[in-house]
């Protein structure tokens, strides 16, 4: 099992990213799935999550109303979409997968988000 996570790079304040996370060898489509971060120095925290259906999705308080997260279970994808991106969200990015939010099965490699002032 392989989850494979791109879209990160280097962005200016304002600006937009759309990352993706893709897993593959199995399927994930009742499964919670989310996004984590960690930046330099600090803890890894919680960024934004999704339900299996999708009908149901959470945000850290940081990034509501600029970052939204989607699904496709026939992908076996999640996206973050962040919009209005400030230098603050520069971390390193990484989806999870697991049964809720908290407990997370897989883990993808991380990709690096970098937002310029």
């Known amino acids: 099992v392989q989850l494979q996570a791109s879209g990160g790079g280097l962005v200016q304040a304002g600006g937009s990213l759309r990352l993706s996370c893709v897993a593959s060898?199995?399927?994930?489509?009742?499964?919670?799935k989310g996004w984590l971060r960690q930046a330099p120095g600090k803890e890894r925290e919680f960024v934004a999550g999704?339900?299996?259906?999708?009908?149901?999705?959470s945000y850290a308080d940081s990034v509501k109303g600029r970052f939204t997260i989607s699904r496709d279970n026939a992908k076996n994808t999640v996206y973050l979409q962040m919009n209005s991106l400030k230098p603050e969200d520069t971390a390193v990015y990484y989806c999870v997968v697991g049964p809720t939010r908290g407990t997370y099965d897989y883990w993808g490699q991380g990709t690096l988000v970098t937002v310029s002032s």
């Open positions: 999704i339900n299996w259906s999708g009908g149901s999705t």
């Open positions: 060898g199995r399927t994930f489509s009742r499964y919670f």
